[in-house]
């Protein structure tokens, strides 16, 4: 399963078969449907869902699209209606002009689940709209785990995870070894002494060895990748055709089961007066009243959101650094200027450096995490760049296309962190040619910490490392969408300690 690509449109011989109910809601549809933004001719029952066909790749289709038909194009995807928006200006339209209309979030089928009331006060990711229970739990997310304050007490933790990455690197000296196995490790350990006081994964010995926990997300991503035909025809969303759902909600509740006894104890009051940990984030939910599917609905979101994105962009910095070996000796010499051992390195400084910094937004620009950021939906009809975007419209956002203009950036598909160094351009959702966590109110909370961490694990990295490609051979940086943009090959490589 791990790693196939898949077509849109995998089930011919059921749309064959349901051709005149869905013949009928299409011509209703269409009928309804006036001066939308113009887009590829849809094809009857199936819209566009064959032009777009793979959908590992359809960031790039739709950036093509884009030059075809505009900045706002419009797609058929089944019976519903997609709307894609490719350029500063129409980013601007719908996540700053027309946020409020465009905050509702577009739910994919396999994210629901049969919990009561799955979306209340537990997700931050596919709550359907801005509520005020959704606003109480991002102000609740940002106080304990975004806020400078809360992100400058983690600094410690930070430092020993870290410290326990250099060791296990230590102990693979001259051994090859999988980067983004690495540094998720680290990443979720972090996270999991956050939330629950304790680490709930380990450093891999080989790619033979079973990960559990890892696997199970990793299979979450795939599951999360895979086109699902209810998505298109929502009328088949309760036959669940392809099984994703079904083994979507088996997956999630074996990763759940990782974590239920901690829940469990710290309910009946054990485990909360031992003098080794102070207070998590597992302390705030049950203070706050939240119920086990609630507490488990946002973990598993801040798990995905952090150790996925963080990992994914520091395998792509690792990848271009070894392919621009100019770049790394200038990110070196500046960690070298600072640091003179890697015991010395401090996040403070770090977060300071120019270079480093600049390859850090490079990467985001070049490979981002979230090319489409996260689908929205249309609250109600509204006017876009003189189209009419109609109400319940799937709204995206390109930013990869955006971030691979070559009327915005110069050589767009080259790696150069020069671009960065002097500019005003940040990631905090004010400027709409550079949109890596997003903008308007449901862009990332997790962007002050995420900024800070993944600048941190490359210092240690290149300060503490030297890099080597087994065989020498040639670094392949294709990509492919799945949960985020990842490498279609992960990346290897051999480290050696440095000091």
């Not at 392809?242 to 469990?264: L, P």
């Not at 051992?341 to 300071?352: A, K």
């Not at 006017?383 to 009419?388: F, G, L, P």
């Not at 109609?390 to 950036?409: M, Q, T």
Request: glycine share 4%; net charge neutral.
């Amino acid at each position: 399963m791990f790693g196939r690509e898949e077509n849109y449109l995998s089930f011919p011989s059921i749309v064959f078969l349901l051709l005149p109910l869905v013949l009928f809601i299409w011509k209703k549809l269409t009928s309804q449907c006036f001066n939308i933004p113009p887009g590829p001719t849809p094809w009857p029952i199936v819209g566009n869902l064959v032009q777009m066909g793979k959908k590992t790749h359809s960031h790039i289709t739709f950036a093509h699209f884009a030059k075809a038909y505009g900045p706002l194009i419009s797609l058929r995807e089944g019976t519903r209606l997609a709307v894609v928006a490719s350029s500063p200006a129409a980013a601007t339209e719908i996540l700053k002009t027309h946020d409020r209309q465009f905050s509702f979030r577009f739910i994919p089928d396999k994210s629901s689940d049969s919990n009561p009331d799955p979306f209340s006060m537990a997700s931050l990711v596919w709550a359907p709209e801005c509520s005020g229970q959704w606003k109480v739990l991002r102000s609740l997310c940002r106080s304990e785990l975004f806020s400078p304050k809360a992100i400058d007490s983690q600094a410690n933790l930070r430092r020993t995870k870290l410290g326990e990455m250099v060791n296990f690197l230590e102990c693979k000296e001259g051994q090859v070894v999988q980067i983004k196995d690495v540094v998720f490790t680290t990443v979720f350990n972090t996270l999991s002494t956050l939330f629950f006081s304790k680490d709930l994964v380990r450093f891999q010995d080989g790619e033979e060895e079973s990960s559990g926990l890892k696997d199970h997300f990793k299979e979450l991503a795939e599951l999360a990748g895979k086109p699902n035909i209810a998505d298109f025809y929502p009328i088949l969303e309760r036959l669940d055709l392809q099984g994703i759902k079904k083994t979507t909600i088996k997956c999630v509740m074996q990763i759940y089961s990782e974590w239920q006894h901690i829940i469990k104890e710290r309910r009946v009051g054990r485990g909360n007066n031992s003098p080794s940990r102070g207070r998590d984030f597992l302390d705030a939910m049950l203070e706050n009243k939240f119920a086990d599917y609630q507490i488990n609905q946002l973990i598993i979101e801040l798990y995905n959101a952090g150790a996925d994105t963080t990992t994914t962009v520091v395998e792509w910095t690792m990848a271009e650094m070894l392919k621009n070996r100019e770049a790394m000796e200038k990110v070196r010499e500046e960690l070298r200027r600072e640091f003179d051992q890697d015991s010395n390195i401090s996040e403070s400084v770090v977060s300071q450096l120019p270079y480093l910094n600049a390859c850090f937004k490079e990467t985001l620009r070049l490979h981002p995490p979230a090319p489409f950021l996260l689908p929205h939906c249309a609250s109600e009809t509204c006017k876009v760049m003189e189209y009419t975007v109609p109400k319940n419209s799937r709204v995206i956002v390109n930013f990869w296309a955006i971030g691979h203009d070559p009327e915005i950036w110069e050589d767009p598909f080259k790696f150069k962190p020069e671009r960065f160094i002097g500019s005003e351009l940040d990631y905090k959702g004010h400027d709409y040619e550079y949109l890596p966590f997003g903008a308007g109110r449901r862009s990332c909370p997790g962007q002050p910490l995420g900024s800070k961490q993944a600048p941190l694990i490359l210092a240690y990295l290149l300060h503490c490392f030297d890099w080597s490609v087994p065989n020498n051979s040639p670094i392949d940086t294709s990509e492919r969408l799945i949960l985020s943009l990842e490498m279609v090959h992960p990346l290897k490589l051999i480290p050696k300690r440095r000091f």
